[in-house]
């Protein structure tokens, strides 16, 4: 399996309050991805990162930033967390190019 | 842009008859393409991808797809189901070498009766 972890992988909280998801990676593989998954939905990209401070937006960003200070790990924010953003949060990385994604665990994260 | 359409949200097999899942696309590049499987609780499986070696690619646990052009299809079959395939499958389609992250189909959850 590709060395991905993701922290916390529960978590609830209140409409309002900040949350911060984290990805950790230990391939050294330079691409990084944010997806949430909803029922009926699939997989969406929120957003992702070509290198270290290179992030972009994906289909599905608003209400969320990304920081990625250090190769391995990537960091997913909600700066003020909303009901809408109930949801599972996977993270991915790749070595780009045609390459697979490989998908870390995930993150359930319930917004009361 | 590019788009991925799962036909069937819900699949029903008898154990050891043929799986057939299937997804179409839309991609203005020549695409690649991915099936992955998901097990209830846990994250996303590599089944299999496409990138133009060969149109018959082969996966793992017995799985193979076919990609075709001229009908902008990417289906995934198996022979003879097993239990152990219940599953939800998602199809999903890249343009292009660069950052950019896949595109997803809705899912197919793939039920086999005994």
């Known amino acids: 399996d590709a060395g991905i972890t993701q922290s916390p992988r529960h978590k609830v909280t209140e409409t309002g309050t900040p949350v911060t998801l984290r990805c950790h990676q230990t391939e050294n593989h330079r691409y990084m991805y944010w997806y949430r998954q909803d029922p009926g939905h699939g997989l969406r990209l929120i957003h992702y990162s070509y290198g270290v401070k290179d992030t972009d937006k994906g289909e599905v960003s608003d209400g969320y930033s990304v920081s990625r200070s250090k190769t391995e790990d990537f960091l997913l924010t909600l700066e003020s967390a909303t009901s809408s953003q109930t949801s599972v949060y996977f993270c991915a990385i790749s070595a780009g190019g045609g390459g697979e994604q490989f998908f870390g665990p995930g993150t359930r994260l319930t917004v009361l | 842009a590019q788009s991925v359409t799962q036909l069937g949200s819900h699949v029903s097999v008898s154990e050891g008859a043929l799986v057939l899942l299937r997804c179409n696309y839309s991609s203005s590049v020549p695409p690649y393409l991915f099936w992955y499987v998901q097990y209830p609780n846990q994250g996303l499986q590599l089944l299999l991808k496409?990138?133009?070696?060969?149109?018959l690619v082969k996966g793992i646990n017995g799985f193979e797809a076919e990609f075709k052009k001229s009908e902008t299809s990417f289906h995934l079959t198996k022979p003879s189901a097993h239990m152990s395939d219940a599953a939800e499958y998602f199809c999903a389609v890249k343009e292009g070498g660069g950052a950019d992250g896949l595109t997803f189909g809705k899912g197919t959850h793939l039920i086999i009766q005994p």
């Open positions: 496409y990138t133009s070696a060969a149109t």
